[in-house]
């Protein structure tokens, strides 16, 4: 099957129900009696960027954990959101005024994708700041055709040395902007390495078509065999764990999704989607069709069937890569149904006022501008559309 890797990769930006909390084999138990964890000291957190989809999840972990936040940005995106936070405004591209002869205990760099740009913030924060988090992506990764490849995998290199054209060369930008944070803040940066980051608030609309499109009900096409290993993190989840990473002042490189690689733990297309359908009220059946029958009739993947790569050839490792050192430092993860669960809610929100009467259920984080039920609406065009659906539906039951 034929995959655009400059659209995969830029899909894969802002990229279960049997699934426990909390991963792997337990731990043996200690003895001796058990003293309760000491609570971790407050931090000052500054956030470059903090509006969009996952920084909000950030603020909020951070303030509910007793952290004071600072946010830094041009002011552009969701101005209004955290009235009572800190807000300091300028340009990662040469106007970094408002940072200096400040000092935090940690930053959360959430909008660097731009070695150049990048370098510029790392090197002024460096003698401010004691911990430096940089959000990268596994799109740095040069291959994905490696089975359980970790951190240690060969990184993307730019064929453009002097380029800057994030679209051309996300990962390979990417990749030279974890260099960049490494060279300001050498022994202090967690880079961390996202997948597809899925949940309230994403504006990409990619996981959110499975459950809005499984509650509409009806029979719904579904990709391949059901087989196809499926990584992924609810952007609360990831959140979380940044802070967590934060109070612990972790370093090291992470790749930052979920399941684990316990082997009795997976996830694949077919449970995210049974889960979505369960979510969703168990309104849809699912129609497998192969991935020669959807290749025949250009239904792409990850663009049409978010999410889903068929884990072949140059990409017989997507779907299939270690988050051991996540899980080592902490991270877990929530059903994909109750993510689900909280997406179709988010989408449903009539308006604005919901979150400031504090009905709604995510806190202050998704209290957005007026003109979000209206993105919302446009979110759940994504995927293949209804009648390119039954189409391929049809050609399918017709085929003899």
């Known amino acids: 099957m034929t995959i655009d890797r400059r659209g995969f990769l830029i899909g894969s930006l802002a990229g279960v129900g049997a699934i426990a909390c909390s991963e792997g084999p337990a731990a043996s138990p200690k003895k001796g009696p058990t003293m309760p964890a000491a609570k971790p000291a407050p931090k000052t957190i500054l956030i470059l960027g903090g509006t969009g989809f996952l920084g909000p999840h950030i603020v909020e972990a951070a303030r509910a954990r007793g952290h004071t936040v600072t946010l830094f940005n041009r002011g552009k995106t969701h101005p209004t959101l955290f009235p009572d936070v800190e807000k300091l405004q300028g340009d990662r591209d ?24 990048v370098k510029q913030s790392a090197e002024l924060l460096a003698p401010s700041v ?22 240690t995998s060969p990184l993307a290199t730019l064929d453009e040395p002097a380029s800057e054209d994030v679209a051309k060369h996300y990962g390979a930008l990417k990749a030279g902007c974890e260099t960049a944070c490494e060279a300001a803040l050498p022994g202090r940066v967690a880079t961390i ?28 096409l579904a ?57 969703a009220g168990n309104k849809a059946s699912l129609t497998w069709v192969s991935t020669e029958f959807l290749d025949n009739h250009e239904v ?29 430092a902490g991270l877990t993860f929530r059903p994909i149904a109750d993510t689900a669960q909280d997406t179709l809610a988010w989408l449903a929100l009539p308006d604005v006022e919901a979150w400031v009467r504090g009905t709604a259920p995510f806190g202050s984080a998704a209290m957005l501008s007026r003109d979000e039920p209206a993105k919302r609406r446009a979110i759940r065009g994504s995927g293949i559309t209804r009648e390119k659906e039954a189409k391929v539906l049809a050609a399918w039951k017709a085929r003899g």
């Open 94 to 117: 040469g106007k970094l005024d408002s940072l200096a002869g400040r000092k935090w205990d940690a930053v959360v760099d959430t909008s660097g994708y731009v070695p150049r740009i």
């Open 130 to 151: 004691g911990h430096y988090l940089f959000i990268s992506t596994i799109s740095v990764y040069a291959k994905s055709d490696k089975v359980g490849a970790d951190e």
């Open 193 to 220: 390495r996202p997948g597809w980051i899925v949940g309230p608030l994403d504006p990409t609309g990619r996981f959110t078509h499975w459950p809005v499109r499984l509650a509409e009900g009806g029979e719904v």
């Open 223 to 279: 990709p391949g065999d059901g087989t196809t290993p499926i990584q992924l993190i609810d952007g609360r989840d990831l959140a979380a764990w940044i802070v967590t990473l934060i109070e612990n002042r972790t370093t090291g490189v992470f790749n930052a999704f979920g399941p684990s690689n316990h082997p009795k733990i997976n996830l694949s297309i077919k449970q995210l989607l049974d889960d979505c359908n369960t979510a």
């Open 300 to 328: 792409s993947p990850w663009a049409e069937m978010p999410g889903w790569v068929p884990a072949e050839g140059d990409y017989a490792g997507f779907g299939r890569l270690s988050n051991q050192r996540a899980v080592d």
